[in-house]
């Protein structure tokens, strides 16, 4: 028997928490975002005073007196806004995905790229690097290869068991390693001198290649696939308690997990088709969020958006000031996640729930 729309569903010591987290949580997160973004817009070479950060904005609405020189108006929207808005829209588009995959498999170390999705956009921008092709069609070349490998999980993954999710996931591995062998054997292939430098610190991700124009379509992908997670937010926390009992409450799960998955992996192949591979965002975000609001999806999914736009933020400031030499996002994102998802775990000292 079919039933209405179902309530969701937390594990017990999650049921007393207050329903008054929107209104702490995420005003707390948007106003710390918010500071973070003007601090890091006068964080450079040029150092600019947030005064005069909030100045050079206002000024492309209203008029206001310019006391500043044109060139830190370029500074300021050409060069760092853009960089800015970038790292908070893959932030929130990574970290939001982990947070679907992880419900959705009911495993704390599930990521994004589960299902091969980074595997096959690196083979995608390697491929346009290495034919000499233009950044546009690098972007392209990610975003396409990306969402056609967790395609092919998908066909080969309900080919040989529709309803396993173990399956998917084995798949998903074995898609991603096919990629990385093609990626392997393009860097063998490639110019040493200008072709493959130009490919591995692509691989190393990073948010120096982006442009104002690159902007536009990847917020209308991220903001896409998070209003589809955020409307199926009830059915995936039925489903995160077991396929069979969401079934019995009259959940279509096939439609749902497949819903899931193409939303989430449309955020994450928009995210690294701008930023190259950037790794344990999608990992540790969803726990620190579940620290703040328990896991029931529909507080899960907008805090862990803002907080991986947090913390993608901090990461590249910390990637672009800490030494004289920008420090590939990737790396920066490793040395950090690792230690940070190990002290998670000691906090946490209990099983997934």
């Given at each position: 028997?079919?039933?209405?729309?179902?309530?969701?569903?937390?594990?017990?010591?999650?049921?007393?928490?207050?329903?008054?987290?929107?209104?702490t949580?995420?005003?707390?997160?948007?106003?710390a975002?918010?500071g973070?973004?003007?601090?890091?817009?006068?964080?450079?070479?040029?150092?600019i005073p947030?005064?005069?950060?909030?100045?050079?904005?206002?000024?492309?609405?209203?008029?206001?007196?310019?006391?500043?020189?044109?060139?830190?108006?370029?500074?300021?929207?050409?060069?760092?806004?853009?960089?800015?808005?970038a790292?908070?829209?893959?932030?929130?588009?990574?970290a939001?995905?982990?947070?679907?995959y992880?419900?959705?498999?009911?495993n704390?170390?599930?990521?994004?790229?589960?299902l091969?999705?980074?595997?096959?956009?690196g083979?995608?921008?390697?491929?346009?690097?290495?034919?000499?092709?233009?950044?546009?069609?690098?972007?392209?070349?990610?975003?396409?290869?990306?969402?056609?490998?967790?395609?092919?999980?998908?066909?080969?993954?309900?080919?040989?068991?529709?309803?396993?999710?173990?399956?998917?996931?084995?798949?998903?591995v074995?898609?991603a390693?096919?990629?990385?062998?093609?990626?392997?054997?393009?860097k063998?292939?490639?110019?040493p001198?200008?072709?493959?430098?130009?490919?591995?610190?692509?691989?190393?991700?990073?948010?120096?290649?982006?442009?104002?124009?690159?902007?536009?379509?990847?917020?209308?992908?991220v903001?896409?696939?998070?209003?589809?997670?955020?409307?199926?937010?009830?059915?995936?926390?039925?489903?995160?308690?077991g396929?069979?009992?969401?079934?019995?409450?009259?959940?279509?799960?096939?439609?749902?997990?497949?819903?899931?998955?193409?939303?989430?992996?449309?955020?994450?192949?928009?995210?690294?088709?701008?930023?190259?591979?950037?790794g344990?965002?999608?990992?540790?975000?969803?726990?620190?969020?579940?620290?703040?609001?328990?896991?029931?999806?529909?507080?899960?999914?907008?805090?862990?958006?803002?907080?991986?736009?947090?913390?993608?933020?901090?990461?590249?400031?910390?990637?672009?000031?800490a030494t004289?030499?920008?420090?590939?996002?990737?790396i920066?994102?490793?040395?950090?996640?690792?230690?940070?998802?190990?002290?998670?775990?000691?906090?946490?000292?209990?099983?997934?729930?």
């Open positions: 028997m079919r039933m209405g729309r179902p309530a969701p569903l937390a594990p017990a010591r999650q049921v007393a928490r207050p329903r008054r987290w929107r209104l949580v995420i005003p707390a997160l948007a106003l975002l918010l973070l973004a003007v601090f890091s817009l006068g964080l450079g070479r040029v150092p947030p005064g005069t950060v909030l100045a050079v904005l206002a000024s492309q609405f209203w008029e206001v007196q310019a006391d500043w020189s044109p060139a830190v108006e370029q500074i300021v929207t050409n060069v760092r806004l853009p960089r800015i808005l790292a908070m829209l893959v932030g929130a588009g990574l939001a995905a982990g947070a679907a992880q419900t959705l498999f009911r704390p170390i599930v990521a994004p790229d589960v091969g999705v980074s595997a096959g956009a083979f995608g921008a390697s491929l346009a690097v290495t034919l000499n092709l233009g950044a546009w069609a690098i972007q392209a070349g990610a975003f396409a290869m990306g969402l056609c490998a967790v395609g092919l999980v998908l066909v080969v993954g309900q080919a040989i068991n529709r309803h396993s999710l173990i399956v998917l996931v084995l798949v998903g074995v898609i390693a096919f990629f990385q062998a093609m990626i392997s054997v393009l063998i292939v490639a110019d001198v200008d072709v493959l430098p130009a490919i591995t610190f692509w691989l190393l991700g990073g948010l120096n290649r982006v442009t104002p124009g690159d902007l536009p379509l990847v917020a209308l992908l903001g896409l696939a998070l209003a589809v997670l955020y409307a199926l937010r009830w059915q995936v926390n039925v489903m995160s308690v396929s069979e009992e969401a079934r019995m409450l009259g959940v279509d799960t096939g439609m749902i997990r497949i819903a899931l998955i193409l939303s989430a992996t449309l955020m994450t192949a928009a995210a690294v088709s701008i930023a190259g591979i950037v344990w965002v999608g990992l540790v975000v969803p726990h620190i969020a579940r620290l703040l609001v328990g896991s029931s999806f529909d507080r899960l999914l907008p805090v862990s958006a803002l907080t991986g736009a947090l913390f993608l933020l901090l990461v590249d400031n910390l990637s672009r000031g004289t030499m920008e420090i590939p996002l990737g920066t994102t490793s040395v950090i996640g690792a230690p940070l998802f190990l002290l998670l775990l000691l906090r946490a000292r209990t099983g997934w729930s």
